[in-house]
């Protein structure tokens, strides 16, 4: 039995010649239809001419033809003479192909016409019945070797859709950030369709959809950021997670979007897990590339469905892995504040009441235990400092000085049970440049750790100036970071003044 592409074209020809033959036929063709549109997708003859296959188009019309005919009624067809008196489809056959006797038989798989087999002659009255029960059987083998090519053909689709599936599921689990994890959706169903793009929409706060990752061929910038708006006829179906199948883009009047005339037959699948609504995955295919059968649509729903759950399951994962570092943290912190600085702390104690006990006017001794006091207070604040950092939510780092700034002073504000205030002046982002900015927030975030360490402390106030002015009149930045609290003497907590030139 003949299976795909080349064995199939060869089975198909040799049944041509072989009815041919048998029936001593002039003239044979067996047509392949497009199932819903009847339009011919394949012809083999035998007999024919370059010539006379282009004369025998309007015979083999899949609507009106002869071939119409069969497709319409399913039932072969003996005409005698073709000249002489009405038939199935009327008319007369083409004038430069002499044709009397026509012959044929609907090529059928299941109940479905994908075609028929054709024979003619010259001669008037040429075949019997016994040619067309002959057809009927060659005809029943055409449509054996069809439908085993098209079993063939969906076994090896949903192997594809179910290897592609499989492969965004481990790709997603290994940590890929959302943007990239639904780029990798949008990009394997592309390849697995056959599609012009690939793209992820999402809902967005005004009530639209909105494409948020595309993969293409050509430059997917041109597709990221467009946008569906409310009110759209597809919008509502889109947004119930309903499936989408369009035949035009460019012409169906529910498509709204300007990148809408560059696609042709598009589906859309909704993104959905346990009732939660992620996205809709969006196919579309050139302008007059060939629609999605059947099969295509029942596949691309299923992989889109198994790339939902993925994609929740990813997410879950981000969830469980963010939470082991936050877990860990808190464990480093509690570790460093426990055992490191608690050890530190007496170790400088001892250092400190050694240096004050009489050391017989041992100067260099006193100072070098000074020296080693000072140090170690240095490194408790360090440490104390990288606590406090230890103890803020990790975030995605900002890319300007004014946003580092924030997340320092919103960091914080975890910590001392308030939001700092924070005011800015000058052009900050544009003339704090490394390796000032740096030093800069490592003074603030020093700062911030002295002021969560005092008691009664209820606001700070962070002023970040970058007109400042240094007493030789170069240009400056400044920072100051000043609170309410009081320091174990009682005395008003000292306000900390930093700055360094631009």
Same mark, same amino acid.
């Given at each position: ?5 080349l064995d199939l ?14 029936a001593?036929a002039?003239?044979g063709?067996?047509a392949?239809?497009?199932?819903e ?9 035998t007999?024919?001419?370059?010539d006379?296959?282009?004369?025998a ?8 033809g002869?071939?119409?005919?069969l497709?319409g009624d ?5 005409v005698?003479?073709?000249?002489a ?10 004038p ?6 026509f012959?044929?038989a609907p ?12 024979l003619a002659?010259?001669?008037?009255g ?27 053909e969906a076994a090896?689709q949903?192997?594809?859709w179910i290897?592609?599936a ?5 790709a997603?689990?290994?940590g890929?950030?959302t943007?990239d ?5 949008a990009?394997r ?11 992820i929409?999402q809902?967005t706060p005004?009530?639209?959809m909105e494409?948020?990752a595309a ?5 997917? &910038? +041109?597709?990221?950021? =467009? /946008?569906i708006?409310? @009110?759209?006829? *597809?919008?509502?179906?889109l947004l119930?997670?309903? #499936? %989408?199948f369009?035949?035009?883009s460019?012409?169906?009047e529910?498509?709204?979007t300007?990148v809408?005339?560059?696609?042709g037959?598009?589906?859309m ?5 346990g ?14 590339g ?11 729903s299923?992989?889109?469905?198994q ?16 939470l ?20 530190l702390?007496?170790t ?7 240096r004050?006990?009489?050391? &017989? +006017?041992?100067?260099e =001794? /006193?100072?070098?235990? @000074?020296?080693? *006091?000072?140090?170690l207070?240095s490194t408790?604040? #360090? %440490? ?5 950092a ?7 780092a900002?890319?300007?000085f ?8 919103g ?10 205030s924070v005011q ?6 544009a003339?704090?440049?490394e ?6 927030l ?5 700062a911030?750790a002295a002021?969560?360490?005092r ?13 400042a002015r240094?007493?030789?009149?170069r240009?400056?930045?400044r ?7 009081r320091?174990?003497?009682?005395d008003?907590?000292?306000t900390v ?5 631009l």
């Amino acid at each position: 039995m003949a299976g795909t592409g080349l064995d199939l074209r060869t089975t198909l020809q040799h049944i041509v010649d072989t009815a041919t033959a048998l029936a001593g036929a002039r003239y044979g063709a067996l047509a392949l239809l497009d199932g819903e549109d009847r339009r011919v997708t394949d012809l083999f003859t035998t007999g024919m001419s370059e010539d006379e296959r282009r004369t025998a188009g309007p015979l083999l019309d899949g609507r009106t033809g002869a071939l119409g005919s069969l497709v319409g009624d399913a039932q072969a067809v003996r005409v005698d003479d073709l000249t002489a008196g009405p038939h199935p489809w009327g008319g007369t056959p083409p004038p430069r192909l002499a044709v009397r006797s026509f012959l044929g038989a609907p090529v059928l798989v299941h109940t479905e016409v994908l075609g028929s087999l054709c024979l003619a002659d010259e001669e008037p009255g040429h075949f019997t019945d016994t040619e067309l029960a002959l057809l009927r059987l060659l005809a029943s083998q055409a449509a054996a070797a069809i439908g085993g090519a098209h079993l063939h053909e969906a076994a090896r689709q949903r192997e594809h859709w179910i290897e592609g599936a499989a492969a965004v599921t481990r790709a997603l689990l290994t940590g890929a950030g959302t943007t990239d994890a639904l780029t990798t959706v949008a990009e394997r169903a592309r390849v697995l369709a056959g599609a012009a793009a690939g793209v992820i929409l999402q809902p967005t706060p005004g009530g639209g959809m909105e494409i948020v990752a595309a993969s293409t061929l050509d430059d997917p &910038a +041109g597709l990221v950021g =467009t /946008a569906i708006e409310p @009110g759209s006829p *597809v919008l509502v179906q889109l947004l119930s997670g309903e #499936e %989408v199948f369009i035949e035009d883009s460019a012409t169906d009047e529910r498509m709204t979007t300007p990148v809408r005339s560059r696609f042709g037959p598009s589906m859309m699948l909704p993104l959905q897990s346990g009732g939660r609504l992620i996205g809709t995955l969006a196919l579309p295919r050139r302008r007059g590339g060939a629609p999605y059968t059947s099969t295509d649509r029942l596949l691309a729903s299923q992989f889109a469905s198994q790339a939902a759950l993925a994609l929740v399951m990813a997410d879950a994962q981000h969830y469980r892995e963010q939470l082991a570092v936050y877990e860990d943290r808190d464990r480093i912190a509690r570790d460093l504040h426990d055992l490191v600085v608690q050890r530190l702390f007496a170790t400088e104690m001892m250092l400190e009441s050694t240096r004050r006990k009489d050391l &017989a +006017g041992d100067t260099e =001794t /006193a100072e070098l235990l @000074g020296h080693a *006091v000072d140090e170690l207070d240095s490194t408790i604040q #360090e %440490v104390r400092t990288a606590i406090f950092a230890l103890q803020q939510p990790p975030a995605d780092a900002p890319t300007t000085f004014r946003g580092r700034v924030l997340r320092e002073t919103g960091g914080a504000a975890a910590v001392l049970g308030f939001q700092p205030s924070v005011q800015f002046s000058g052009a900050v982002d544009a003339l704090v440049t490394e390796p000032v900015d740096g030093e800069l927030l490592d003074v603030l975030r020093g700062a911030l750790a002295a002021a969560h360490r005092r008691a009664g402390v209820s606001a700070v106030e962070v002023e970040v100036d970058a007109g400042a002015r240094l007493a030789d009149g170069r240009a400056a930045v400044r920072l100051v970071v000043a609170d309410d609290g009081r320091t174990e003497d009682g005395d008003r907590s000292p306000t900390v003044i930093w700055q360094a030139p631009l």
